[in-house]
């Protein structure tokens, strides 16, 4: 065995006891951080592949803000497990059919010279599918591309507008004011004259 | 060097690369420890005080230099308390979590053109995935306290650093559009032609956002909420004590050099002289390090430290317009003939 399979024995080994663990743990937090592993193995072996940039994109996006996210969510909630294990046997022959389904579509995209489709040939130490990937997308694609684009902003903005609620009481305040303000027009200087008796001024 | 690489075998190239980790992590844990002798001291004279200037070595006190290797020792032979209710395995993981980041960062760093542990095409990538992965550390060593505080601090941290890393990527996304490569060699091979060349002049406002949220992604003063002491303690880290918190400790200051490289890298021209006629090498990177870190000790001595929702303005309405709109400035200058100012 070469070393490369040693390697992705052991990613894919790691793997697997990572989404058995996301599945089986009682504490919803050590679920979110075994999916976390998850996606860090599978960037592994996604790197196996040749495949760096979608490795490193998913470490980025996905364990680098997606899961944080995630987790400040979880974290905050008082999950009760046993509540959610509750459907388990009447979800269970759905949820066995997207299984096969997925298992199905894997092993056509795997064994693809039995279904008629060419295997991908090894590139050169030379070629960066960080490049080819950009002129694919900003060229080929790039329809497409910006259509993504539009539907991620459309659900962000509706995301805001749906959580925006305008209370008529509320104290907001604006940090760009608040460091603009000087002392000017804020502080009126008073000279006071010493009450007391023995107090002489200065420049008596 | 070759008699060797025959007597090993297959074993060469495992043991030859162990060998460079220890010849860029020594240095840097050892660098990690004069930092924060040389934080204490700076900030100390910054103060009209003295800082640390007792312990020495046999017997000569040497203006204090054997200080932190004191606090080193200290912190080692401290007990590691558990807190009752802890979720003792995270507990233990998150330090771990905290400083693996801020050490298979350095995997990619070059220090002159040929030293460089891993000369990987992506490496700017790289870098920006391995160092957004750092706040697992903080969040679930807040989490795993089971403290009110440390959570607290967690939340805080794990917004901020979120918020910040986006502001990061765009400043990072100019300089790769300025230097058309995300190696990190060929970014400084960009930068050539003296101090007037460095990516800090033509990515002016990117250089200014990358630097600040630099500090807010590490965590220092005067964005160091996450730990704010006057307000939640010392946040994420309240319950660790000992060899924990030392390791703790050791990612925030190896984190802090190694943004300082990054700036010296991108905006700063990394290895190469800013005089054509002096020759590159080293010492300019060293010297641009430190003065970056100097900038870093000077923040904390000045700044007082800055509301929550005035770092979450700073970094979504501010920043982040700023380098989208830096960003268009360079890609539609690349399209004139005025393209080689951005090159």
Known sequence: MDFASLVFYFLAAILLLAGLRVVTAKNPVHSALALVLTFFTAAGLWILLEAEFLAIALILVYVGAVMVLFIFVVMMLDINIEEMRKGFWDHLPLAGLVAGLMAVEMVMVLGGDRFGLSAPTAKPASYSNTRELGLLLYTDYVYAFELAAVILLVAIVAAIALTLRRNPNRKNIDPGWQSRQTAKGHIRMVNLKPQHPEYKEADE | ?343
């Open chain 2, 1 to 343: 060097m070759d008699y060797l690489q025959q007597l090993l075998g297959p074993a060469w190239l495992p043991i030859w690369t162990l060998a460079k980790i220890i010849v860029i992590v020594l240095p840097l844990l050892i660098a990690v420890a004069y930092l924060t002798y040389a934080e204490r001291k700076i900030i100390g004279y910054m103060q009209i005080r003295i800082g640390p200037n007792r312990v020495g070595f046999f017997g000569y006190r040497l203006i204090g230099l054997g200080q932190p290797i004191a606090d080193a020792v200290k912190l080692m032979t401290k007990e590691i308390v558990l807190p009752t209710g802890a979720d003792k395995p995270l507990f233990l993981l998150a330090p771990v979590l905290a400083i693996g980041p801020a050490l298979a960062a350095w995997a990619v760093v070059p220090f002159t053109e040929d030293w460089v542990l891993a000369n990987i095409d992506a490496s700017l990538l790289y870098i920006m995935a391995i160092t957004s992965m750092g706040v697992y550390g903080v969040i679930v060593a807040g989490w795993a306290s089971n403290s009110k505080y440390a959570f607290l601090g967690a939340m805080r941290s794990a917004a901020q650093i979120v918020s910040y890393e986006i502001a990061m990527g765009f400043a990072l996304v100019g300089v790769l559009m300025a230097a058309q490569s995300l190696n990190m060699v060929d970014i400084v091979n960009a930068q050539k032609g003296g101090f007037w060349q460095w990516y800090w002049l033509p990515l002016f406002p990117l250089f200014l956002v990358y630097l600040i949220s630099g500090v807010a992604e590490i965590n220092r003063a005067p964005f160091d909420v996450a730990e704010g002491e006057s307000e939640i303690v010392a946040g994420f880290h309240l319950d660790y004590s000992g060899m924990a918190f030392a390791v703790f400790f050791l990612a925030e200051y190896a984190n802090m050099i190694l943004v300082s490289a990054l700036t010296s890298i991108l905006f700063l021209g990394g290895w190469l002289s800013p005089l054509p006629f002096l020759p590159d090498g080293f010492f300019w990177i060293a010297a641009k390090m430190s003065f970056v870190l100097f900038l870093f000790l000077w923040f904390r001595a000045t700044f007082p430290r800055y509301r929550y929702d005035q770092i979450m303005r700073l970094g979504w309405k501010v920043f982040i317009p700023v380098t989208l709109i830096w960003i268009l400035v360079i890609g539609g200058f690349m399209q004139t003939p005025l393209g080689y100012l951005f090159h």
